[in-house]
């Protein structure tokens, strides 16, 4: 139990184009997801809480109006990186809350972005 | 908010050894502390966690332990082996649901 998917695992796009990437608890509800960035070998650095029906939360830095986070359901939230710029290259991984484990939370497998 | 620092930042040890692991944190309202593995590429694996009604929580090789008065918690590994090379990342969250703040990882190596 407790699985979470990402999709896609990589991808590779252009300068000036957007991508999105998708997050889903597969057997458990989650009002709250969580996105992370991180960078080759640093820490994972959290980017906003999500939670379902509502606007995203996001961290000091992080501009909400490029990195665009939807949680419409309580197994998907999205995160869409417009304009993308080589700098946005990244790992990026959404984990989730099981609402009914105080606590502990479930990632995603993560997904490569690479801009060229 | 949470801030977590975590020391040492690369760890060598012999196969056999233990390995220790320290992070501190800075938010007296947390009370959820997991430690995972993390390894190239790919997701954080959970190895143990602790909450803070408890001191110390072992699993096998494994062990943490916990100091609420002192703002600290840490990792130790005995019986290392090859295997457990990896980046090690403590976090910290409270109860109310908010998001996992990590340490910035500890690069483990053990050499045979």
């Known amino acids: 139990g407790a699985v979470v998917s990402q999709h896609p695992s990589w991808v590779i796009c252009k300068s000036g184009t957007s991508v999105k990437i998708e997050c889903r608890s597969l057997?458990?509800?989650?009002?709250?997801m969580f996105w992370y960035r991180q960078f080759p070998k640093q820490s994972l650095m959290l980017m906003a809480t999500s939670n379902e029906g509502s606007k995203a939360t996001y961290e000091q830095g992080v501009e909400k109006d490029k990195f665009l986070i939807n949680h419409a359901s309580l197994t998907l939230s999205t995160l869409t990186v417009t304009s993308a710029h080589p700098e946005d290259s990244s790992f990026y991984i959404c984990?989730?809350?099981?609402?009914?484990?105080?606590?502990?939370?479930?990632f995603g497998p993560g997904t490569r972005l690479t801009v060229t | 908010g949470e801030n977590v620092e975590q020391h040492p930042s690369t760890l060598s040890v012999q196969e056999g050894d233990s390995a220790v692991i320290k992070c501190t944190y800075s938010?007296?309202?947390?009370?959820?502390f997991p430690w995972y593995k993390q390894e190239l590429g790919k997701r954080p694996q959970l190895i143990i966690d602790?909450?803070?009604?408890?001191g110390e929580k072992k699993d096998q090789r494994i062990a943490v332990t916990l100091n609420k008065t002192a703002k600290h918690f840490s990792l130790h590994i005995t019986e290392t082996q090859p295997e457990d090379s990896a980046v090690y990342f403590c976090a910290a969250s409270s109860q109310a649901g908010t998001a996992l703040i990590f340490g910035k990882g500890t690069t483990l190596s053990v050499s045979s």
């Open positions: 602790i909450r803070s009604n408890v």
């Open positions: 938010d007296s309202a947390s009370n959820y």
């Open positions: 984990s989730a809350r099981d609402a009914d484990r105080v606590g502990e939370q479930y």
């Open positions: 057997d458990f509800q989650a009002t709250t």
